[in-house]
């Protein structure tokens, strides 16, 4: 079926550096994909809505230039989190829509990728 | 305002026992439903669907739900767990026009005893 890939897996970092994550579709095109942040033993938020070749449109509370978000190509949106701080230290999660509806999944369901794990020291 | 419950933070079953897991809903109208499955450091996996129809739906791994519209709940079931089951499980739900916004509920850890 469809399938969502992210990457890095894990990374740490030391506060005040910027992290770069990938978020990717394979074999279908993601017009839109979405941020989401998990905290420990807690559900998902919706952080932003990415846009391919438009700016994304952020949740309330999300601070746009600490969480930049660009979806440059219809396979591949990146979430760069700016000078990172301990507090921004969460499970970041990445899904997309397979638009065309190619597999069983159907084009109303979002596919998740497998989660981003920042650590900021 | 909408949301998504799911009463039980934690379950804990025996393997070979069936399983229930709660979802209510709070929604304008009826969204589409979905239960997702998340094992440890992973992301989520679709478990099974509903909108429209069948108001029993059949998902992957032997899972099933059915959908209340009277009580608003989309209940997952599965009548024999397996160890392998043990993981979170979120109900969500998407508003039929398309924006793809889910709410996800707080999600219900499952451990299965041996």
């Known amino acids: 079926g469809a399938v969502v890939s992210q990457h890095p897996s894990w990374v740490i970092c030391k506060s005040g550096t910027s992290v770069k994550i990938e978020c990717r579709s394979l074999?279908?095109?993601?017009?839109?994909m979405f941020w989401y942040r998990q905290f420990p033993k807690q559900s998902l938020m919706l952080m932003a809505t990415?846009?391919?070749?438009?700016?994304?449109?952020?949740e309330q509370g999300v601070e746009k230039d600490k969480f930049l978000i660009n979806h440059a190509s219809l396979t591949l949106s990146t979430l760069t989190v700016t000078s990172a701080h301990p507090e921004d230290s969460s499970f970041y999660i990445c899904?997309?829509?397979?638009?065309?509806?190619?597999?069983?999944?159907?084009?109303?369901?979002?596919?998740f990728g497998a989660g981003s794990r920042l650590t900021v020291l | 305002a909408q949301s998504v419950t799911q009463p039980d933070i934690h379950i804990t079953v025996s393997e070979g026992a069936s399983l229930e897991l709660r979802c209510n809903y709070s929604y304008g109208a009826t969204p589409y439903l979905f239960w997702y499955v998340q094992s440890p450091g992973q992301g989520l996996q679709l478990l099974l669907k509903y909108f429209s129809g069948d108001t029993l739906v059949q998902g992957i791994k032997g899972f099933e739900a059915e959908f209340k519209r009277s009580q608003s709940s989309f209940n997952l079931r599965k009548p024999s767990v397996h160890w392998s089951d043990a993981a979170e499980y979120f109900c969500a739900v998407a508003p039929t026009s398309g924006t793809y916004k889910y709410i996800f509920g707080t999600g219900t850890r499952l451990k299965v005893l041996a």
């Open positions: 899904s997309a829509r397979d638009p065309e509806g190619v597999f069983a999944s159907g084009a109303n369901v979002l596919t």
């Open positions: 990415s846009n391919e070749g438009s700016k994304a449109t952020y």
């Open positions: 074999d279908f095109q993601a017009t839109t």
